[in-house]
C-alpha cells in the first residue's frame, strides 16, 4: 500500500526569483514547505550558478508542467573570455587558458549574428540529459566522455549588452533545449579564445516575467491568504490555445471520458474545456470527430 502523501490539496503557479547557489529542486521545496503543499515541481532547472524565473507548479497545475517546458526563454548571461572550464561555467576546473585578442565591437556583432537562427547544438558533457539511463553529469564526474549528438534549436534574438577586455555581458532569447554554457563556448571559439559562463539570469519563460515572481525571502514574509493570493490560475499558461464551454450535460459526461458533440472551429490544437466559468482541463477531437478529454483538472479539493 502507498504512503497517504501528508500536505494541502494546492493548486496554482508561483513566479520564484531563484536564488544563487541553490538548486531548483531545493528552491522548489524550500517554497512548497510555505505552502505545505503534497505536489509540486518545477518547468525546466536552473542550474545553481543561475538565478531569476523558476515557474514552481503546484497541483493540478503540474499537469502543465510538462508544457511549459516547451516555452522560450530569455536569459541575460555573462561570459568571461579566454578561459574554459570543464562545465562550461565558473563553478568547473579550468582547463584552458587562452591569451584575448583585440577585439573591435564590430567584430563581436559580426560573431554574434552568426549565432542567430535555426542551428545545430551539441549539449554539454555537465548536463542532466541521459544516455543508457545515466545522467551525463554523472558520466562526466567520473572523467567519462561520450558523443553527444546535436540538436536543433533556435536563437530569436542575440545582443550585446556590455562588452570589456575580457567580458561580455549578452542578452539572449532562444528555444526550448538551449544550453547558454554551449551557446558561450562556441562563441568564445568562434572569437579564437574559449569563453565561459560566469552569471546567469533567467528574465522570462514563456508569458512569465522576472518582474513579477519573488524571491523566498518575500515569499516567505508573506501570511497563508497572501500566498494563496500570488497563486496564478493552473490554465493562465494555456491562454493561447482555443476555448470551448460546455453545457452541464457536456461537461459531466467529458468527466466520465466520454466523447462529446459540440457545434466549433474544428482545429489541430487542443482545447481549454470550461464549464460555469471553471476550467476542467483540456480536450481535443478525435477520428470520430468528437470532442474527447485529453487531460482533464480536479481543481475542487
Known sequence: MSKRKSGLNVHGIILLDKRLGVSSNKALQE???LFNANKAGHTGSL???????LPLCFGEATKVSALM??????????????VMTDTGDAEGQVIEIKPIPELSIEQIQCCLEKFIGLQAQVPPMYSALKLNGKKLYELAREG??????????????????????????????????TYIRSLAEDIGHDLGCGATVTALRRSQAGQFLLKNAKTIEQLSALTNDELQANLIACDKPLEKLPAVHLSEQQAKAISYGQDIDIESQKSESDYRLYADGLFLGLGEY???????PKKLFNLND
Request: glycine share 8%; hydrophobic share 35%; charged share 30%.
Open 31 to 33: 517554497v512548497r514547505r
Open 47 to 53: 542550474d545553481p550558478l543561475a538565478t531569476g524565473l
Open 69 to 82: 517546458l516547451d516555452d522560450d526563454k530569455r536569459y541575460q548571461v555573462t561570459i568571461k573570455l579566454g
Open 144 to 177: 567519462i566522455t561520450v558523443e553527444r549528438a546535436p540538436r536543433q534549436i533556435t536563437i530569436y534574438e542575440l545582443h550585446l549588452l556590455e562588452a570589456t577586455f575580457d567580458t561580455l555581458t549578452l542578452d539572449v532569447t532562444c528555444s526550448k533545449g
Open 286 to 292: 478525435g477520428i470520430n470527430g468528437k470532442l474527447h
